[in-house]
Structures are given as structure tokens and as C-alpha cells.
T-cell receptor, first 112, second 119 residues
Framework: KNQVEQSPQSLIILEGKNCTLQ??????????LRWYKQDTGRGPVSLTI?????NTKSNGRYTATLDADTKQSSLHITASQLSDSASYICVVSAAETDKLIFGTGTRLQVFP | DAGVIQSPRHEVTEMGQEVTLRCKPISGHNSLFWYRQTMMRGLELLIYFNNNVPIDDSGMPEDRFSAKMPNASFSTLKIQPSEPRDSAVYFCASTESLGLAGGPADTQYFGPGTRLTVL
């Protein structure tokens, strides 16, 4: 069964610290993996999209990694800011069917 | 560009009533997606269109839900009759591309969502 699991469910860190969010998937065949940031009360915003051949992609202080062999991805946030407080959603696209399988998200809170 | 526009932003209705949600995608975008988000189930894809044609509606929960895209700049999601379990935030998103292969043109741009409450 195609699944996407994210961990941790929630995370609290202090401003300025780094953190890493995890995404494990069982989707096959794999097409691409996306990370979204969703602020409370807003729509998700795309951070990165990675295909099979890409193992790292950055967007400012956000760096996503992908290991297609182990079917794992991580989102690393460097020097966190209060504005990073949000939910981060991992989405995997299945090849051939173009199905999108969503993780349930990690809720990140950054405190001063 | 104003981004993806959705209306209304909030809708409160009574069980059994018809509800129509509206979406205007980003001009020039070729694909449009409808999502539903709840605390229990997270974000779910309901249906998506390529060039105004429905491609995959397997996420539509049941016959009470229907979606149309009469032209490239407008789409509706209708629930008739509505039920309390339909209460959720409904998002519309659009992409420049026609697929989900993962290229830059596949970046999805989401609207602000419509918060639906069915009493």
C-alpha cells in the first residue's frame, strides 16, 4: 500500500536552532517528492520538488534530501526563525498513475 | 498576478443544503486541483483537471460531490446535499504544467481555501 509517514508529529525548537523533519514513503513506482509549508489558516506553499535523480535541493534556509534507495526524505531548516512556525507536509507522487500521496505533516513551533 | 482566488472564504450552512465553492486559477495555468483538509485525514486530493477536462476524480468521496471547469479561468466544487462530515477546509490549486512529473512547471500554487461548516 502506498503510504507516506512523517516524523515527528510535532516539534518545538528555539529560534536560531536547526531542525530536521523526516518523511518515509512506500510509494512505488516513485515519481517525485514534494515538501510544502502551511501556515495556520493559509494554503500550502511549495518548498521543493525532487525527482528520482535528485538527492538534494535547497530553497533558502530549507534543504531537502532524498534517498530513493531507502525511500526516505528529510527537510532541514537552518537557523530557524519565528516565521518557520507552520506545518510541513511531505507529498509523494506515484509514477504512471500520477497519484499524490500525502503525509499527515509535522507541526513545527519556533519560540523566541 | 493575484494568485489562485477562492470564494467564499467561509461558508456556514445547514445539513441538506447545496454548497458551491468557486475557484479562479492563475492565468495561463493548465491544471487545476481541488483538495479537502481536515484534522483527522489531513490533505486529500479530490479531483484534478487538465485543460478543463477532469483527469482523476477518484478522490471524490461520493456522488454528493461534483466538480466542473467550464473554462480555463473558473471551476466549481458542489456538494448536494451537504452533511456535517463535509465540514473541512477546501483548497484549490493550479499548476502551469499538465502533469505531476516533478518539473518546475509542476509547482502547485494554492488558494487561501474555503472553510466550510455544515451544521
Amino acid at each position: 500500500k502506498n503510504q507516506v509517514e512523517q516524523s515527528p508529529q510535532s516539534l518545538i525548537i528555539l529560534e536560531g536552532k536547526n531542525c530536521t523533519l523526516q518523511c518515509n514513503y512506500t510509494v512505488s513506482p516513485f515519481s517525485n517528492l514534494r515538501w510544502y509549508k502551511q501556515d495556520t489558516g493559509r494554503g500550502p506553499v511549495s518548498l521543493t520538488i525532487m525527482t528520482f535523480s535528485e538527492n538534494t535541493k535547497s530553497n533558502g534556509r530549507y534543504t531537502a534530501t532524498l534517498d530513493a534507495d531507502t525511500k526516505q526524505s528529510s527537510l532541514h531548516i537552518t537557523a530557524s526563525q519565528l516565521s518557520d512556525s507552520a506545518s510541513y507536509i511531505c507529498v509523494v507522487s506515484a509514477a504512471e498513475t500520477d497519484k499524490l500521496i500525502f503525509g499527515t505533516g509535522t507541526r513545527l513551533q519556533v519560540f523566541p | 498576478d493575484a494568485g489562485v482566488i477562492q470564494s467564499p472564504r467561509h461558508e456556514v450552512t445547514e445539513m441538506g443544503q447545496e454548497v458551491t465553492l468557486r475557484c479562479k486559477p492563475i492565468s495561463g495555468h493548465n491544471s487545476l486541483f481541488w483538495y479537502r483538509q481536515t484534522m483527522m485525514r489531513g490533505l486529500e486530493l479530490l479531483i484534478y483537471f487538465n485543460n478543463n477536462v477532469p483527469i482523476d476524480d477518484s478522490g471524490m468521496p461520493e456522488d454528493r460531490f461534483s466538480a466542473k471547469m467550464p473554462n480555463a479561468s473558473f471551476s466549481t466544487l458542489k456538494i448536494q446535499p451537504s452533511e456535517p462530515r463535509d465540514s473541512a477546509v477546501y483548497f484549490c490549486a493550479s499548476t502551469e504544467s499538465l502533469g505531476l512529473a516533478g518539473g518546475p512547471a509542476d509547482t502547485q500554487y494554492f488558494g487561501p481555501g474555503t472553510r466550510l461548516t455544515v451544521l
